[in-house]
């Protein structure tokens, strides 16, 4: 099956600074690469999401980018707030029905 | 107004008993998960529901028991717990005929907190 692996597993940034979470999965036919965010004690929430057939996506301060070759996929974070102090989940799938998830970030933004 | 739907939110019981999680979606989805995120925050697929049927059922021990009475509704049965069932579930639902903002957006439930004495 697809292994989602994710790093790192902790970041700390300052206020105003960027963030980038990477991740690599195993199956060459997943698809589908969305982001979810996890505020502590919440569900985990869409935040972004990135198509196969797309390189790059981009929404407000947030981007993805995937490399299908090297089957891997970066969420970048820019001008962090504190607000963006969440744990954050990859997810990869081939089936679109199943999400194989990446083992979370937990990203600390102090101001 | 809530999209997902989950009850109880939370659920102390002891080793041994049987439980269930009441999953319910407005939404419309025609597809319904539930997910085990465990101590360590790991999301963990159990399983997947497409228009009532089981389509996806990862190794989950037979103590877990899914049941879709309808497509919005998908509830978890637990049999037999044992201490490492706790964890907090999430059922979630999506749909590949209503496109939002991605492809197959999965909205999740609120979570149940099992915890198993």
């Known amino acids: 099956g697809e292994n989602v692996e994710q790093h790192p597993s902790t970041l700390s940034v300052q206020e105003g600074d960027s963030a980038v979470i990477k991740c690599t999965y195993s199956?060459?036919?997943?698809?589908?690469f969305p982001w979810y965010k996890q505020e502590l004690g919440k569900r985990p929430q869409l935040i972004i999401d990135?198509?196969?057939?797309?390189g790059e996506k981009k929404d407000q301060r947030i981007a993805v980018t995937l490399n299908k070759t090297a089957k891997h996929f970066s969420l970048h974070i820019t001008e962090t707030q504190p607000e963006d102090s969440a744990v954050y989940f990859c997810?990869?799938?081939?089936?679109?029905?199943?999400?194989?998830f990446g083992k979370g970030t937990s990203l600390l933004v102090t101001p | 107004d809530t999209a997902v739907s989950q009850t109880p939110k939370y659920l102390v019981t002891q080793m041994g008993n049987d439980k269930s999680i009441k999953c319910e979606q407005n939404?419309?989805?025609?597809?319904m998960y539930w997910y085990k995120q465990d101590s360590k925050k790991f999301l963990k697929i159990m399983f997947s529901?497409?228009?009532?049927?089981?389509?996806i059922n990862e190794t989950v021990p037979n103590r877990f028991s899914p049941k879709s009475p309808d497509k919005a509704h998908l509830n978890l049965h637990i049999n037999s717990l044992e201490l490492g069932d706790s964890a907090v579930y999430f059922c979630?639902?999506?749909?590949?005929?209503?496109?939002?903002?991605?492809?197959?957006?999965?909205?999740f439930g609120p979570g149940t907190r099992l915890t198993v004495l």
């Open positions: 939404l419309g989805h025609d597809t």
């Open positions: 529901y497409n228009n009532k049927e089981l389509i």
């Open positions: 997810a990869a799938t081939n089936s679109g029905y199943a999400l194989n």
């Open positions: 979630a639902s999506s749909s590949k005929l209503v496109v939002s903002r991605g492809y197959n957006e999965q909205f």
């Open positions: 990135i198509r196969s057939n797309v």
């Open positions: 199956d060459s036919a997943s698809n589908y």
